[in-house]
């Protein structure tokens, strides 16, 4: 069921990737800078926990131990809550979301390379991989399923060659996060390993995740729990997603990625719906040492989150990109309207690959709605301008794994 607004609206729109390289330049209890940015509000510029408590709202989980985090209302664009939303640290893996919002839209999924010795070469020592071999043929779906649910550097390196190589992507790359007015974002490796320089924020890798998902290849990615690749069976490494031992998959979620090396610590974004909300949530190195504590700390923040959203009132909001609302569009505004095969006007309809397995998303609470009447019936109007434009302030359609729900 999709019904689409009739309103126009506003216009704009794991494994661990790395376990070595450099030492941190800052110890594990350094404190935040005393200014930081203030794009999307003044109160997101300063340093400390930014949340407006008021009768009615509950109080925010007392054990968050992450260096910075943010919760976010992702079709308004609202922050109902944040802790150093712009401090400026190594994003590890989350960083491979801006890496696909960049490239994603560049390959049909169908296209097919064979990896060449030099594809390979560059990657940092102890990188994740997904096992790609050197004179083998994959097809950009399963490249792309290497990237998302094995965190494979060696896949991006292979996609990086495909976008004429590791250094044109890290342009292009910086290029989009300028555009999404990511500013935080210093990009020196596609894949989030760690490297001199390279750092993004909270607030950064928030914008990176609300911009991919109104990819409709973007979404069915970075919801897939299980694929195959070649003759094996790969396995997202986002735990509220899949679940593991200590940590249950989380209701409602839906994506999005996850990261970890030495200087970042454990990173994550993630997206989640219920009872027809969806929020955002990033949280950045929990100081608790102790195992999946990066999704327990999002999972707390998350029904945090949906318990506020209504009653909370923002403490700021994520920016538009810069080209929203203009009367011509860019290559950016291009990509998110269509081009090789994205569709952020439909749901999807699962990874589309032999083998590939749609998340089953835990039992709904009694009187929650599934994705299919919760965000399509709220769907934005998709307005074409000079061959597409980038819509933000909009509803999209999470994937088919949400609208099982009520059903499971």
């Excluded at 750092?199 to 950064?204: L, N, Q």
């Excluded at 949280?283 to 949906?306: I, R, T």
């Excluded at 403490?315 to 569709?343: I, N, R, Y």
């Amino acid at each position: 069921m999709l019904v689409t607004s009739a309103t126009l609206l506003s216009l704009s729109v794991t494994a661990p990737a790395a376990l070595a390289a450099p030492t941190p330049s800052t110890s594990p209890t350094a404190t935040p800078p005393a200014r930081m940015s203030t794009l999307g509000g003044a109160r997101l510029g300063q340093p400390g926990t930014q949340v407006a408590l008021a009768p009615g709202v509950p109080v925010l989980p007392k054990d968050l131990t992450a260096r910075s985090w943010i919760v976010s209302d992702a079709e308004s664009g609202q922050v109902l809550a944040a802790h150093n939303a712009h401090w400026r640290l190594p994003p590890a893996s989350t960083l491979k979301m801006l890496f696909a919002d960049t490239v994603l839209p560049r390959f049909p999924k169908t296209t097919r390379y064979k990896v060449a010795p030099k594809d390979l070469k560059g990657m940092g020592a102890g990188s994740s991989v997904v096992g790609i071999k050197e004179g083998g043929t994959y097809s950009v779906h399963d490249l792309w399923l290497g990237v998302f649910l094995r965190s494979g550097n060696d896949a991006v390196h292979v996609l990086s060659s495909m976008n004429g190589g590791v250094k044109q992507t890290v342009e292009d790359m910086q290029d989009h996060a300028e555009e999404l007015q990511a500013l935080d974002t210093t990009v020196v490796s596609p894949d989030g390993y760690d490297a001199p320089g390279q750092v993004s924020s909270a607030y950064d890798l928030t914008l990176f995740a609300r911009s991919g998902l109104q990819k409709k290849d973007f979404r069915e990615y970075c919801s897939t729990v299980s694929a195959k690749f070649g003759s094996a069976e790969i396995r997202n490494t986002n735990r509220l997603l899949s679940g593991d031992s200590d940590v249950p998959v989380y209701q409602g979620i839906a994506g999005v990625k996850n990261g970890n090396t030495t200087h970042a610590g454990a990173t994550f974004t993630g997206v989640a719906e219920r009872g027809g909300k969806v929020l955002l949530v990033t949280v950045m190195n929990p100081a608790k040492n102790e195992h999946n504590e990066v999704y327990k700390e999002s999972a707390k923040l998350f029904d945090w989150g949906f318990k506020a959203a209504g009653k909370v009132d923002p403490v700021g909001e994520l920016v538009p990109p810069k080209s929203a609302g203009s009367s011509t569009a860019g290559p950016d505004a291009a990509a998110s309207a269509g081009q090789a095969g994205q569709d952020p006007g439909q749901t999807s309809g699962g990874t589309g690959g032999a083998g590939a397995k749609p998340a089953a998303s835990a039992p709904a609470e009694s009187g929650t709605s599934g994705v299919g009447t919760a965000l399509a019936v709220a769907g934005g109007l998709l307005v074409l301008l000079g061959g597409g434009v980038f819509l933000v302030n909009r509803r999209w359609p999470l994937p088919d794994l949400m609208r099982r729900r009520t059903r499971s």
